[in-house]
């Protein structure tokens, strides 16, 4: 599964290297992975890595600009292409808030759709006690992403910490969560089960998509498919809608103890819970030796607000998107318009740049 696996993991930037790590020592020596920095320490430790913008940075980093990475990327965007090869899929783990993380990944989602390999993007937002300047770096580049990637998913790191308080602590935690998040993603695709979900499903599936929510819950105990998906309704990050949710993803990870009627649990649950009139994509894993007596769930909801869909992978609410994207009022693909570069305007979780015919998914004849 090595050299041969249709998906690739890339971190980019040095937190995002650190999750992709994070990954690979969960999941084990099959995974596919390459990093890559403006800063050549990140070299130090396991997995293929790219420096990027050799002449520009001469390694150092871009120091928190996301300028100076974007043209170090844009310089260097090539070296990566030897690690391409019959990638069928690309999963980005990136940090936003410092200069590699927030410049580089852009420039890396546009060589990927250059190449006509589809994107996904797992990016970290920063903690609240960063700053605005971070905020404002990360917030920047969200909108540009959303556009370039197939799919993308934002992770407040404010979200992740749990109860931790601990400042070493909580950073690890955070770290380790978007890793588990992503190994249990991986493992989803990469083993499946008895009913399976595959590179070039999720491929069909993000065509078009934009922004996700993600999460993963695992749970063991006599009544852990319930439990699982009430800590799936409370979790924070499948709670934030930007837009009406398109499509569902959900995974079932599980040893050979596994019951049917668990999957009819988590699968009506997460439907009633997230959206029961879309499309629903269910796939289990078996694994004994990962999962014995425990039960995890991966949910992905895709929501509205993405480009024109490449493929006929989401139904009626598909159609319903089209004809509010194609209405003559020029707020383009995201909805945003002229505000697509702007700082978001968020009241209670909507973004108010966004016409409200299309945050609420209403069509206008025209
Ligand atoms: N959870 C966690 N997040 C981190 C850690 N270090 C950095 N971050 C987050 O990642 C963001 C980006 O930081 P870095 O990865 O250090 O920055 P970079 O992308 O390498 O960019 P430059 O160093 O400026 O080239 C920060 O704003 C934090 O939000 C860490 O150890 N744990
Ligand atoms: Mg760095």
């Known amino acids: ?11 980019i930037g040095t937190a995002g290297a650190r999750i992709a790590r994070g990954v690979s020592r969960a999941y084990g020596e099959n995974l596919r992975f390459v990093l890559t920095d403006t ?25 928190g600009d996301i300028v100076a990475a974007r043209l170090a990327a844009e310089d260097s965007i090539s ?11 690309a999963v980005i783990v990136t940090c936003l808030g410092g200069g590699t993380g927030g410049g580089a990944t852009l420039e890396t989602v546009k060589r990927l759709a250059a190449l006509g390999i589809p994107s996904i993007v797992f990016a970290t937002l920063p903690f609240a006690f960063e700053g605005e300047d971070r905020q404002r770096n990360a917030r920047g580049v969200m909108s540009m992403l959303e556009e370039a990637a197939n799919a993308t998913f934002f992770l407040p790191l404010d979200k992740l910490v749990g109860e931790s308080d601990n400042m070493s602590e909580a950073m690890r935690r955070a770290c380790d969560t978007v890793a588990s998040g992503v190994t249990l993603f991986w493992r989803l695709i990469e083993k499946p089960g008895y009913i399976k979900l595959d590179a070039d499903h999720v491929r069909r599936l993000i065509q078009g998509v934009g922004r996700g929510r993600f999460a993963a819950v695992t749970c063991q105990g006599p009544n852990r498919a319930a439990d699982a998906v009430d800590a799936l309704m409370r979790s924070e990050l499948l709670a934030t809608a930007q837009a009406p949710v398109r499509a ?44 014995s007596g425990r039960l995890s769930v991966v949910v992905m909801l895709f929501e509205m607000n993405g480009r024109e869909p490449g493929a006929p992978a989401v139904g009626g609410a598909l ?6 994207k194609s209405n003559p009022l020029g707020v383009g693909p995201t909805g ?4 697509n570069n702007a700082e978001r305007t ?12 299309i945050r609420h998914n209403i069509s206008l004849e025209f």
């Not at 599964?1 to 971190?11: E, K, Q, R, V």
């Not at 990140?42 to 980093?61: H, K, V």
């Not at 945003?336 to 505000?339: D, H, K, L, N, P």
């Not at 968020?346 to 015919?357: R, S």
Request: hydrophobic share 35%.
């Open 1 to 11: 599964m090595t050299a041969t696996s249709p998906m690739l993991l890339l971190g």
């Open 39 to 63: 800063d050549a320490t990140t070299a130090e430790g396991d997995g293929e890595f790219t420096l990027l913008g050799g002449d520009r940075l001469a390694g150092r980093g871009a120091g």
């Open 79 to 89: 070296r990566l292409d030897p690690h391409l090869e019959g990638v069928r899929l």
């Open 248 to 291: 569902i993803l959900c995974g079932v990870l599980a040893g050979e103890d596994l019951r049917l009627s668990e999957l009819t649990t988590i699968s009506n649950g997460v439907q009633e819970t997230f959206g029961e009139r879309v499309t629903f994509d269910l796939g289990t894993v078996n694994d004994e030796a990962t999962f």
């Open 319 to 324: 159609s319903r998107r089209k004809k509010a």
């Open 336 to 339: 945003r318009g002229r505000f």
């Open 346 to 357: 968020e009241w209670h979780g909507e973004d108010l740049d966004i016409p409200t015919f």
